[in-house]
């Protein structure tokens, strides 16, 4: 299935039924008097969240999503009925936007969590409605009232309690595939990550799911490479893994220019508890392995962790650092909940 985070619909309504004139026409009544209905009322559409999507492939074929209009009033005092509603089914983590993309309509977080995006038009009423005691033929009746109708972008940020960052070729699909039961590309060249993934990693009663994204390079926030497009499905993590390639020859200059670019990307990424490790250091000799690791811990200004995916050194050790972080992320969110 492809990937796909972002797609723009156009979405309109249903139109109220309009409502009836009639009158009771009926042997030896001689003053029936009015029996017009009410139109019934157009359909809303609504956008929903479910579980077992996680693209919008679906909305890349489809665009045009309208509600099914209100059925107009009929004699004998019957009623339109009322139009269905039409449901664009999403995957969880999905912002509705407006046309300029400037306001969060809807953030769906959970899995039959519905917004209401357009409400259908009210039906006109029918003659009867205006039957009165000064008033005992009327002959008004209304038209429904229009749906609404706009354009809205769905915007894919997937869930998860643990994003990988890096630049590109840094392990981090190695580590993923190392720990959880995904199978990403792995090449060695960089930029075989094109799209985000995501894995569940399991240690005894305790999982997290864990997301790795495309690499990020220098101006990465300026369009270079993939550009920062894919940060969006690490904004919803409680803890970041930074992988910085051990084989590079700079390895604190690495690590510096990540963290510019998150900053630049805003969203309080470069604000959340991260954990940096040295990765591939079973390629390393003894002395060039100490040598980077007291480099990238000075750029740190703390510890970081020395990490190999192919050899799992380090890995138990990286994943207990983040069940630290989610699970006390997890409990301070209970204590906070209404």
């Known amino acids: 299935m492809k990937f796909l985070d972002e797609a723009k619909v156009y979405i309109k309504s249903g139109d109220g039924g309009s409502g009836c004139s009639s009158f009771r026409r009926e042997k030896f009544i001689e003053f029936g008097g009015p029996d017009g209905g009410n139109g019934g009322r157009g359909g809303d559409v ?40 039409a449901v664009l089914k999403v995957p969880l983590g999905t912002q509705v936007l407006d046309d300029t993309k400037d306001f969060v309509l809807a953030d769906l977080t959970e899995a039959g969590q519905r917004a209401l ?14 039957k009165s ?6 002959r008004r009746s209304d038209p429904g009232w229009p749906g609404e109708e706009r354009w809205v972008w769905l915007r894919l940020k997937l869930i998860a309690d643990a994003g990988l960052v890096g630049l590109p070729n840094a392990g981090k699909s190695t580590f993923l595939a190392a ?35 495309p690499g990020l390079i220098e101006g990465a926030h300026e369009g ?53 490790a040295l990765n591939k250091v079973d390629a390393l000799d003894e002395p060039t392995r100490s040598s980077r690791l007291n480099d990238l811990a000075q750029a740190v200004g703390g510890p970081v962790l020395a990490l190999s995916g192919v050899s799992g050194e380090g890995v138990a050790e990286a994943l207990e650092q983040l069940f630290a972080v989610i699970e006390a992320g997890r409990a301070d969110a209970a204590l906070t909940a209404p």
Request: aromatic letters at 8%; one cysteine or more; hydrophobic letters at 35%.
């Open 179 to 213: 720990t959880t039961r995904a199978h990403p590309k792995i090449a060695d060249y960089p930029f075989t990550t094109l799209h985000p993934n995501l894995g569940v990693v399991r240690s005894g009663e305790r999982e997290m799911v864990l997301a790795d994204i």
């Open 46 to 85: 609504w956008v929903e969240a479910v579980d077992g999507l996680n693209t919008l492939i679906d909305y890349r074929y489809r665009q045009h999503f309208k509600a099914k209009p209100g059925v107009a009033g009929m004699g004998k005092q019957r009623t339109g009925a009322n139009g269905s509603d």
């Open 224 to 276: 270079a490479g993939l550009g920062d497009r894919f940060l969006g499905h690490i904004e919803r993590c409680r803890v970041l893994l930074h992988l910085v390639d051990g084989s590079a020859e700079d390895v604190a200059d690495d690590y510096l220019s990540i963290r510019a670019e998150l900053a630049a990307y805003g969203g309080g990424l470069d604000e959340k508890p991260s954990i940096v």
């Open 117 to 130: 995006l357009a409400r259908g038009g009210d039906g006109g009423f029918g003659n009867l409605h205006y």
């Open 133 to 138: 005691s000064t008033n005992r033929a009327p």
